[in-house]
């Protein structure tokens, strides 16, 4: 039997040989610019590593240990979790309204639909500078139409107070991630056949009605994928944060993907910046994990 079954394994790769050819280059590059970095992430973790003087002591699992026990990590994680809920829900609400308005017949609807996709295509560092001088305590315009309309007696420091500064950050990242929703949700729903919509109308169904029995039940393998890619995203995003605070004031706004840059590039300490990449990966590898059980449980 096992004779038989190596033979048939061989007489396949045989057969597809020049396939493998086409795309060992591919496979190649990728093992050497993806395969190699998070191997010696891992490898790093596990040393006292100093980016100043470029030595290397091995310490095994101390990192982990060391951060694993220590009550500030988990204060980051709700932080990060914060963060990740509140950009990946207010996205996808927002990209839902959006999507549902550019589906109807309106006049300019190509325009709207082009307009929605500027904010996605400014570079995010841009964006984030922009906010930041919107919601400037003396200059930014939030604050100017705020006092306008009396709702505050002075500027107030949306930034540079640690129980407003991540909302500040979050009404950023949702500008900037809402079109990409947008677009997909707004994808899923031209795929639904209009047949659907017209019956349920004969059936004597209203708008709320449809839009809860046959648009959200047909969008909710388009909405499954789009928010798994939103919280990844979301979840490893720096830009945004760091241009507008630095992960402050008071640490208010410090994520993981933060936290990994202060500690392994600003500090120098590699080997710790290392541990809490690796542990980073593994919360997003539980993410995957998640999308593939769901994913081929439902067959969405």
Known sequence: MGRVFRSQRLRYVHQHRWAYLLIAPAAVFLLAVVGYPI???FRLSLYQSQASTATETFVGLTHYEAILTDQAFYDLLYRTGKWVLAGVLGKTLLGLLIAVALNADVRGQKFFRTAFLIPWGIPYAISAVVFRWIEHPQYGALNAALLKLGVIEQGVGILGNPDTALLGVVVADIWIGTPFMAIIILAGLQSIPVELYEAASIDGADRYQQFRYITLPQLKGVLFIATLLSTIWTFVSFDVIWTMTRGGPLNATTTLVIQIYQVGLENG??????????????????????YIRVYAGDDL
């Open 269 to 290: 300490a590699m080997g710790r910046g290392a541990a809490y990449s690796v542990i980073g990966f593994f919360v997003l590898l539980m993410f995957a994990l998640v």
């Open 39 to 41: 191997v010696e992430t």
